[in-house]
């Protein structure tokens, strides 16, 4: 196995590192040695413990890596940059100190946005690498995840972007909140997420009182966990859909992520009219840390 240079995705709860070849990924391994469990010291060793056996020596590999790594809590931190930009600027990525002679790491910077103010890390790699997959795009993109973002892009530059708790707001209402009682299992009920989405659309004022009625038909007609957890998420969804109109409405949508979540998303969209095009966020990320390593040795 010829390893030409490895790719990186840390995020907060998980690393994941890909040995790349001539031809794409060789390898593949993955650890939950995410930013928020490290201290200052601890990022190269948990990086070393996953590849080290990709290394050879007296021969440096160079590791590129987006995400939380670039944090200020993280290795070392990789400064934002303002849009407009283009998402990912190959002379703006920030080098981390090392110890280990046979590596050396550079960490893509995240973006950042004064008014109104917002951030993103990870994204911007994520979208870099969509529109490698799709040149010439112009459009909005939309990332659903813990925070969802809707990103307005315009001749290969983001324009403007937005970001949406949504599904850290899942998580936390799913499982720390009065509903959860009602939502301990699985399963999905396409209907109910469809009504959700419907009633948050057209009443987003009244979110607060749907999503307590969760808990209230659960006690007095046992609603079945499946139509719970499926109306939680479309009364979400459908709340973020009624925020982020003005990036959606008339525009040509690609979403970029997990396929279960951007499965819903599109669902969502294409019962307002709007058709999508679906990215999995995985060949993103390694497709816009591929263009700019390329960019970096050109």
Not at 14 to 38: E, I, P, T
Not at 57 to 79: F, L
Not at 213 to 230: D, F, K, M, Q, T
């Amino acid at each position: 196995m010829t390893v030409e240079w490895i790719a990186v995705d840390w995020g907060t709860t998980n690393l994941r590192a890909f040995a790349m070849g001539r031809g794409g990924v060789v390898a593949q391994v993955m650890s939950d040695d995410g930013m928020g469990k490290l201290d200052k010291d601890g990022f190269e060793p948990a990086l070393l413990r996953l590849i080290a056996p990709w290394l050879a020596e007296g021969r440096v590999t160079e590791v590129v890596a987006c995400g939380m790594v670039g944090s200020r809590q993280g290795w070392h931190e990789a400064p934002y940059r303002a849009v407009p930009c283009a998402p990912l600027d190959p002379g703006s990525l920030v080098t981390a100190p090392t110890r280990d002679a046979r590596i050396r790491v550079r960490l893509v910077p995240g973006l950042k946005q004064a008014q109104p103010a917002d951030v993103m890390r990870g994204e911007e790699t994520q979208i870099a690498g969509a529109l490698a997959l799709m040149p010439g795009f112009d459009g909005v993109i939309c990332l659903p995840g813990t925070h969802s973002k809707w990103a307005h892009l315009s001749a290969g530059e983001v324009v403007s972007f937005q970001t949406y708790l949504t599904g850290e707001m899942f998580a936390l209402l799913s499982q720390a909140s009065v509903l959860r009682h009602g939502m301990q299992g699985e399963g999905w009920d396409e209907a109910a997420f469809d009504a959700g989405v419907s009633d948050a659309l057209s009443r987003p004022e009244r979110i607060g009182a749907k999503l307590f009625g969760i808990r209230a038909e659960g006690l007095i007609s046992g609603l079945p966990v499946a139509a719970a957890r499926a109306r939680l998420s479309g009364l979400l969804i459908g709340m973020e859909l009624a925020a982020a109109r003005p990036y959606w409405l008339g525009q040509a949508v690609v979403i970029v992520g997990s396929e279960g979540i951007s499965a819903s998303y599109a669902r969502a969209l294409k019962a307002l009219g709007v058709e999508s095009r679906l990215v999995k966020g995985g060949d993103a990320v390694l497709a816009g840390l591929a263009v700019t390593r390329a960019k970096v040795n050109a």
